[in-house]
């Protein structure tokens, strides 16, 4: 469960496009999975969660897709603001033990 | 309601030197977790804590330890401060009764060791 990964580690995305991070983990076993956005100097925020027995959760201009097949994970941001800039972190836990982290992606929105 | 608080928000502290982190976690959670995070990392799961007791740990020395008082509130302490502890910790809090799921993050106190 140690191997979360990010496909990317940067993306640069137009104000008002979609947004898409991906994310891959390793450990068939995960069983719950959550996003966080960061902001510099601040601690990681809550966006959207899914459980493993979920393939899609939508939320406020966010979606979570989860492919347990191939083990990926991506969240999908629509009409992406100034303000989605941060990084993105994927997060796996399982059992509702520690959760593992990728290193994220950092996420910058052109005006 | 408040969500998951921690002072300081920045420490500096000298190598070889002891500190103590604290975390309020939010309303309605009784399990805190504490994460280190070093720039440009996720955060590294250090310990957690659910009634008063270390539930799991991770992969950080003896130097870390961790209390949680009866109220769920919690504290981090690292002895004998290395340059390499300089880190943003972290305390994330969770419901046990829901599987430690939402887990909630506080701003996390920026450690400077000199």
């Known amino acids: 469960g140690e191997n979360v990964g990010l496909h990317l580690p940067t993306l640069s995305v137009q104000e008002g496009d979609n947004s898409i991070i991906n994310c891959a983990y390793s450990?068939?076993?995960?069983?719950?999975f959550i996003w966080y956005k960061q902001e510099s100097g601040k601690g990681p925020q809550f966006i959207i969660d899914?459980?493993?027995?979920?393939d899609k959760r939508q939320g406020q201009r966010v979606t979570v897709l989860l492919n347990k097949t191939v083990k990926h994970l991506s969240l999908q941001i629509a009409a992406t603001q100034p303000g989605d800039s941060a990084v993105y972190f994927c997060a796996e836990n399982i059992y509702g033990n520690q959760f593992y982290f990728g290193t994220g992606t950092s996420l910058t929105v052109i005006p | 309601d408040a969500g998951v608080t921690q002072s300081p928000t920045h420490l500096i502290k000298t190598r070889g030197q002891q500190v103590t982190l604290r975390c309020s976690p939010k309303s309605g959670h009784d399990t805190v977790s504490w994460y280190q995070q070093a720039l440009g990392q996720g955060p590294q799961f250090i310990f957690q804590y659910y009634e008063e007791e270390e539930r799991q740990r991770g992969n950080f020395p003896d130097r870390f330890s961790g209390h949680q008082f009866p109220n769920y509130s919690s504290e981090l302490n690292v002895n004998a401060l290395l340059l390499g502890d300089s880190a943003l910790y972290l305390c994330?809090?969770?419901?046990?009764?829901?599987?430690?799921?939402?887990?909630?993050f506080g701003q996390g106190t920026r450690l400077t060791v000199v």
């Open positions: 450990n068939s076993a995960s069983d719950y």
């Open positions: 899914i459980r493993s027995n979920m």
């Open positions: 994330a809090s969770s419901p046990r009764d829901r599987g430690n799921t939402e887990a909630f």
